[in-house]
């Protein structure tokens, strides 16, 4: 069970949640007119969990179909040649700027998460970062820090990520750029610390290699005769311990897994495979970023109209060949997404000619290394749906609201942390807790900072959670304990913690 501790933290905390369903009653808040009602409680049993599974399934199911039509779009890639060339290519012009490029790769994710609410979209990716890191001589610690740790920053200093943040100003009455200068600055400074954190863990973790490859030629020697050890040289004793380096340098032998194959010579192609990866990115920027309510642009509508509506000789080609259900860029969804991945994946197994079964074969290895995180993020929807289903979060929250009169920061920012501990995704997070807050807190003047509150309780929280999506399945994908990741992220922990506060105190005082 210890390679599955992933799925066993999430269904330990299942259990957690859905006993919380026999303590604690259920309660609704309807903010037109009938206020807060105490439902009393709804004990879950085996077969409500079973059908909340079903449902979970049904409703979210999607997400992990996406996990693993990843995982089977990357197992086609290790059957061709070009990617492994095209990945040590890069590996080698980063030669010697490896924190640079470490560095860069967590802006730029932070950044398209903050203003395109890519969180998700993003996961076509981290297979292939995973290997860049690894193969610039990182461990998976690494991998997950630059990972996870840029796309909750990401969230928690949204900007212009409009899927995010739109049901916020929905339910507050907001305006869309309210306190933008305070979110920048959180972005920023929360970089500035992962980034520092990430190389602070890359540093100790090289000096703790050096002590414990010295450590373990030293336990090796002891075990041998005193006449064999005083026949030992100098330089023999160096080769040992170079060679037993080596062995530590290269970590687990677990992380073949995660990289392809080598191929020798230089004899494949990269351009096309680095074409059509080009051409999703920028389709996944295009797809996912809300220009209409973001930015107020309708040219993506009416650029899908004009596509849909071309005819010839009066017949709605495209709109007949890409189906009625084309949504256009700006409003797409994962589904979109996996259907453009796998067409672009028959498109490259054409150019590299790979044989049908390959890909078959490829995709379903592929398919299989990402059903472990395709389970576990399955499990975490579920929880989802025991807490909407059975709403006791809302006595949690009135009781912590209770303690002060109006509004205040330090609770406000407690129910959020614990609606998006809850709650798992933006959209129900901040539906589940902020209209009854509203409810409390009648000085509107308050909606902008109660706003960047949620938006950075929510980031904040699913760095640790163990109902992060993201998180959770990225662990289970490296096969990384949860203990060993708060192990690895408890300082970068308290620190955002401490500049939240600081924050929110600054803007109470302004």
């Known amino acids: 069970m210890k390679k599955h501790n992933t799925l066993k933290v999430v269904l330990i905390t299942l259990a957690v949640i859905t006993l919380l369903t026999w303590i604690l009653p259920v309660a609704t808040f309807y903010s037109g007119g009938y206020g807060f009602i105490d439902g009393?409680?709804?004990?879950?049993?085996?077969?409500?969990?079973?059908?909340?599974?079903?449902?979970?399934?049904?409703?979210?199911?999607?997400?992990?179909?996406?996990?693993?039509?990843?995982?089977?779009?990357?197992?086609?890639?290790n059957k061709i040649g070009a990617y492994r060339t095209m990945l040590d290519k890069l590996v080698a012009r980063f030669k010697g700027k490896e924190v640079v490029v470490l560095s860069i790769m967590m802006v730029l994710i932070a950044v398209l998460t903050s203003v395109c609410g890519l969180q998700l979209g993003l996961v076509v990716f981290f297979p292939m970062l995973v290997s860049l890191i690894l193969l610039m001589g990182y461990d998976k610690i690494v991998a997950a820090l630059t990972l996870v740790g840029s796309?909750?920053?990401?969230?928690?200093?949204?900007?212009?990520g409009y899927n995010n943040t739109g049901i916020i100003t929905s339910i507050l009455g907001n305006k869309f750029t309210d306190e933008m200068l305070v979110k920048c600055i959180l972005?920023?400074?929360?970089?500035?610390?992962?980034?520092?954190n990430t190389i602070l863990y890359i540093r100790k973790t090289k000096k703790n290699t050096k002590k414990v490859s010295v450590k373990k030629v030293v336990a090796k020697d002891t075990t041998k005769t005193k006449k064999s050890a005083k026949a030992k040289t100098t330089k023999d004793t160096k080769a040992a311990v170079k060679e037993e380096k080596v062995v530590v340098v290269a970590k687990d032998e677990e992380e073949d897994t995660y990289v392809p194959a080598a191929v020798s010579g230089d004899k494949h192609v990269v351009w096309p495979l680095a074409v059509v990866l080009g051409i999703i990115f920028v389709i996944l920027i295009l797809s996912f970023t809300s220009w209409s309510g973001a930015?107020?642009?309708?040219f993506m509508q009416n650029a899908t109209d004009a596509v849909v509506g071309f005819e010839i000789f009066k017949f709605p080609i495209f709109s007949k060949i890409l189906g009625t259900a084309l949504a256009p860029f700006g409003s797409w969804t994962i589904v979109?997404?996996?259907?453009?991945?796998?067409?672009?994946?028959?498109?490259?197994?054409?150019?590299?000619?790979?044989?049908?079964n390959e890909v078959m074969d490829g995709f379903a290895e592929g398919a299989k290394k990402a059903l472990a995180p395709a389970v576990v993020i399955l499990f975490i929807y579920t929880i989802l749906v025991v807490t909407t289903y059975n709403g006791y979060q809302l006595v949690i929250d009135k009781a912590i609201l209770g303690l002060t009169d109006g509004f205040n920061v330090f609770t406000t920012f407690v129910v959020a942390i614990l609606s998006a501990f809850f709650n798992v995704d933006s959209l129900y997070v901040f539906q589940s807790s902020l209209p009854y807050l509203a409810s409390i807190v009648t000085n509107t003047e308050n909606y902008p900072l109660i706003a960047v509150v949620y938006q950075a309780a929510y980031g904040f929280t699913m760095l640790f959670a163990p109902t992060s999506i993201i998180l959770m399945g990225v662990l289970s994908y490296l096969k990384i304990s949860f203990g060993k990741w708060l192990k690895a992220v408890w300082q970068l922990l308290l620190e955002l913690l401490v500049l939240l506060l600081i924050v929110f105190m600054i803007l109470i005082l302004v």
């Open 40 to 77: 009393g409680r709804t004990q879950v049993g085996l077969f409500d969990l079973s059908n909340y599974i079903i449902t979970a399934l049904s409703y979210f199911g999607y997400i992990s179909l996406f996990v693993l039509v990843v995982g089977g779009f990357y197992g086609v890639l």
């Open 151 to 160: 796309t909750m920053i990401g969230l928690l200093g949204t900007t212009f």
């Open 187 to 196: 972005l920023f400074l929360a970089l500035v610390l992962l980034i520092f």
């Open 295 to 298: 930015f107020g642009l309708d």
């Open 336 to 356: 979109e997404l996996m259907v453009v991945m796998v067409v672009f994946l028959l498109i490259l197994a054409l150019i590299y000619k790979v044989k049908f």
